[in-house]
């Protein structure tokens, strides 16, 4: 059973994730603590003390992460200790560590060694929280497919064989091409760019699963490339890492501020550097492998034909499986309501309003992760569930759709008239009662929206 205190934290943090930082150096593991929770979870510490791992609590976390300096060699047996403390439920194990030490570290999901800014370790963290979401809902949707379409369904593996492209911008300084040789030796696929005006034509013509920025004599144009591609759905979630000078590069915190995902010092061996790119590259490739894959299964049956994201048949027979899962593990869970309304001074012709919604419809599928599932239930109306998100964490979510979408111009099909933009409505209502069916969660969200029942608000499983 759970501990007092433990209750007392979750009803403190009701919706927040949980890591918990296994260490032997408080000191140093309380700057990453800190970043964790900048980044919206709830962390609890235990310490080793060489013998004993004190403070573990009973419930398990999200993810357990090992910030780890003096007895590196005994994280191997502690691992194996909190896995069967844990069990049945499978979290990752992250180690954030100060040197290699002799051990085995296939004990860990992931390691990370340093130089390594606490944002870094951070992304990291969450990075293999999601995946692991990632895998639950593939599992959701699989079933869905087969108990409720009829749909059996397989992963491919074919894009994940390719050879990673990794885009380089900058000069080509000595440190820059050693590392670019580097990655050529491991067969991957480089392309360089020398300038921000080329880095953008490749950017916008190809894709790429990471970006490395020349950021040795200077931050710029660096920190402007980084920004840009987050206000650019197509762009968003490519990570991009600096290699800078550790003597002179001062703009680490404002790096990760523009999304900078790493930070990388030139002086560091070429294998940890070329290392740390294809580790994000992998993440990013599985990501967005993933999210093509299950975010357009199932057909003609399931999908929305204009938009590529689900339609209402889907939605509201995944929804019911979500809701009981969301049950199941005491998380959250959120819809996200949007009514899309032409913005102009003049009247556009519908076919043109019809293709700004669709183009729409997949900027919102662009914008939200893998384990989101966006739907068109209206020719104006869309909806996206969050699993594992209260309303309050949603506001950032929001904030980023409706940055991208209100700097998005359509044409009118009159050069006379020029561009049309887009305005959103949205509503966001949240799995309050134990028993609330999905029919009944999907209704409330469309009832606020556009005050038109959609669904028949029976309390239904």
């Known amino acids: 059973m759970a501990t007092q205190n433990e209750i007392s934290a979750l009803k403190a943090h009701p919706s927040k994730q949980t890591v918990l930082i296994a260490t032997d150096n408080l000191h140093e593991s309380s700057y990453i603590g800190t970043a964790l929770e900048n980044q919206g979870y709830h962390v609890q510490f235990c310490e080793f003390d060489g013998r004993t791992l004190k403070?573990?609590?009973?419930?398990?976390?999200?993810?357990?992460?090992?910030?780890?300096?003096?007895?590196?060699?005994?994280?191997?047996?502690?691992?194996?200790?909190?896995?069967?403390?844990?069990a049945p439920k499978d979290i990752p194990f992250i180690g954030a560590l100060t040197r290699q030490g002799n051990i085995d570290t296939t004990a860990f999901d992931s390691v990370i060694f340093p130089p390594a800014h606490i944002t870094q370790v951070a992304n990291r963290v969450s990075s293999m929280i999601r995946l692991g979401q990632m895998e639950r809902e593939i599992i959701r949707r699989v079933d869905t497919l087969r108990e409720d379409f009829d749909i059996d369904y397989?992963?491919?593996?074919?894009?994940?064989?390719?050879?990673?492209?990794?885009?380089?911008?900058?000069?080509?300084?000595?440190?820059?091409?050693?590392?670019?040789?580097?990655?050529q030796k491991k067969n991957v696929e480089v392309v360089a760019a020398f300038t921000s005006f080329s880095a953008f034509d490749f950017l916008h013509e190809r894709t790429f699963d990471a970006v490395v920025m020349n950021a040795l004599d200077q931050s710029?144009?660096?920190?402007?490339?980084?920004?840009?591609?987050?206000?650019?759905?197509?762009?968003?979630?490519?990570?991009?890492?600096?290699?800078?000078?550790?003597e002179n590069f001062r703009d680490h915190?404002?790096?990760?501020?523009?999304?900078?995902?790493?930070?990388?010092?030139?002086?560091?061996?070429?294998?940890?550097?070329?290392?740390?790119?294809?580790?994000?590259?992998?993440?990013?490739?599985?990501?967005?492998?993933?999210?093509?894959?299950?975010?357009?299964v199932g057909g003609t049956e399931c999908?929305?034909?204009?938009?590529?994201?689900?339609?209402?048949?889907?939605?509201?027979?995944?929804?019911?499986?979500?809701?009981?899962?969301?049950?199941?593990?005491?998380?959250?869970l959120s819809l996200m309501g949007?009514?899309?309304?032409?913005?102009?001074?003049?009247?556009?012709?519908?076919?043109?309003?019809n293709e700004a919604f669709s183009q729409v419809g997949t900027m919102l599928k662009s914008l939200v992760r893998m384990q989101d599932?966006?739907?068109?239930?209206?020719?104006?109306?869309?909806?996206?569930?969050?699993?594992?998100?209260?309303?309050?964490?949603?506001?950032?979510?929001?904030?980023r759709i409706s940055g991208i979408v209100d700097c998005a111009a359509f044409e009118s099909g009159d050069s006379d008239k020029g561009a049309f933009t887009i305005s959103l409505e949205t509503v966001i209502v949240e799995q309050m009662e134990h028993d609330e069916s999905s029919d009944l969660l999907i209704d409330t969200a469309i009832s606020e929206l556009t005050g038109e029942p959609a669904f028949s608000s029976k309390k239904t499983a």
């Not at 090992?66 to 069967?84: G, N, R």
């Not at 030139?266 to 940890?272: A, F, N, Q």
Request: proline share 7%; net charge positive; glycine share 4%.
């Open 373 to 399: 599932v966006t739907a068109r239930l209206d020719h104006d109306v869309f909806m996206i569930a969050f699993p594992g998100h209260d309303r309050v964490s949603l506001a950032p979510v929001l904030g």
């Open 154 to 183: 397989t992963l491919s593996d074919e894009a994940l064989r390719n050879p990673f492209r990794i885009l380089f911008i900058g000069k080509a300084s000595p440190d820059f091409m050693v590392i670019i040789n580097a990655l």
């Open 303 to 332: 999908l929305d034909a204009e938009t590529g994201v689900f339609n209402k048949t889907f939605f509201t027979a995944h929804m019911r499986r979500i809701c009981e899962a969301m049950r199941l593990t005491n998380e959250p």
């Open 55 to 86: 403070g573990t609590p009973v419930l398990a976390p999200n993810a357990v992460l090992f910030v780890f300096s003096d007895y590196i060699e005994k994280t191997p047996t502690i691992i194996t200790a909190l896995k069967k403390h844990f």
């Open 220 to 246: 710029e144009p660096a920190l402007t490339i980084s920004e840009t591609m987050r206000r650019n759905a197509k762009l968003f979630h490519v990570p991009t890492l600096f290699l800078v000078n550790p």
């Open 253 to 296: 915190d404002l790096a990760y501020q523009k999304g900078a995902r790493d930070i990388i010092s030139s002086r560091s061996d070429t294998e940890e550097i070329s290392g740390r790119i294809l580790e994000l590259a992998n993440y990013h490739r599985i990501h967005s492998q993933l999210k093509r894959e299950f975010g357009s």
């Open 338 to 353: 949007i009514r899309l309304r032409p913005n102009s001074s003049f009247e556009v012709p519908a076919p043109k309003i």
